[in-house]
């Protein structure tokens, strides 16, 4: 059973730092890449960044280029999303998910985590 749990997620104040994790089971995750993505309320689900599983290629959104990095531990079966330099327009929950490359990109995918919300606030 596929199963993403996310992690990390709190309150913090503008310009801090937060770093988000995503831990994955039943399957291994050399094989599949990864995204994060974000709803804000009342705002539509956004891809934020995205980790291919065959070379480590990373993608981000325009909004947090610079600011954020992803990256994966294929040995403890996690993803990270480091948030330096957070906005309060940063404030959402965050989704990870899985399946191929291409569909992560298109902003879709086939399994998702619970979500975790990042607040961003003074």
């Known amino acids: 059973q596929v199963q993403l749990v996310e992690s990390g997620g709190g309150l913090v104040q503008p310009g801090g730092s937060l770093r988000l994790s995503c831990a994955a089971s039943?399957?291994?995750?050399?094989?599949?890449?990864i995204g994060w993505f974000r709803q804000a309320p009342g705002k539509e689900r956004e891809g934020v960044s995205c980790?291919?599983?065959?070379?480590?290629?990373?993608y981000y959104a325009d909004s947090v280029k610079g600011r954020f990095t992803i990256s994966r531990d294929n040995a403890k079966n996690t993803v990270y999303l480091q948030m330096n330099s957070l906005k309060p327009e940063d404030t959402a929950v965050y989704y990870c998910?899985?399946?191929?490359?291409?569909?992560?990109?298109?902003?879709?995918?086939?399994?998702w985590g619970q979500g975790t919300q990042v607040t961003v606030s003074s």
């Open positions: 998910a899985t399946d191929l490359l291409s569909s992560l990109v298109a902003g879709a995918a086939a399994y």
């Open positions: 039943g399957f291994t995750l050399d094989y599949y890449a």
């Open positions: 980790i291919s599983s065959s070379d480590g290629s990373t």
